[in-house]
């Protein structure tokens, strides 16, 4: 009777110490996480500008950079809305490209 007791608490205490162990690393994932992530600060409102007041360029990581002309400040775009706002961009000067050759 004994050695089931013993043999019993053996197989729990391994079982403990899995659970432990996987808590353990989650909460070290996760703080790890909120300690190096940077909060970012997002606009809610729309800005209009006009071709003239900004000058758009791209970075070594396709992120799109549109500076502002007057102010000489600067917003950085992800590599998905860079590459559509040049495909568009793209479009609309190829469509009036072949409209004056027709």
């Given at each position: 009777m004994k050695?089931?007791?013993?043999?019993?608490?053996?197989?729990?205490?391994?079982?403990?110490?899995?659970?432990?162990?996987?808590?353990?690393?989650?909460?070290i994932g996760y703080f790890y996480?909120?300690?190096?992530?940077?909060?970012?600060?997002?606009?809610?409102?729309?800005?209009?500008?006009?071709k003239g007041q900004v000058n758009l360029a791209i970075d070594q990581n396709n992120n799109l950079i549109m500076i502002n002309l007057q102010t000489g400040s600067y917003t950085i775009y992800e590599d998905s809305i860079g590459n559509t706002i040049f495909s568009l961009y793209a479009k609309n000067v190829w469509g009036q490209h072949t409209k004056v050759n027709q």
């Open positions: 050695e089931k007791i013993l043999d019993l608490v053996k197989k729990s205490f391994i079982y403990v110490i899995l659970v432990f162990s996987c808590m353990a690393s989650f909460a996480r909120t300690m190096n992530t940077k909060s970012v600060e997002c606009k809610t409102e729309v800005e209009r500008v006009k």
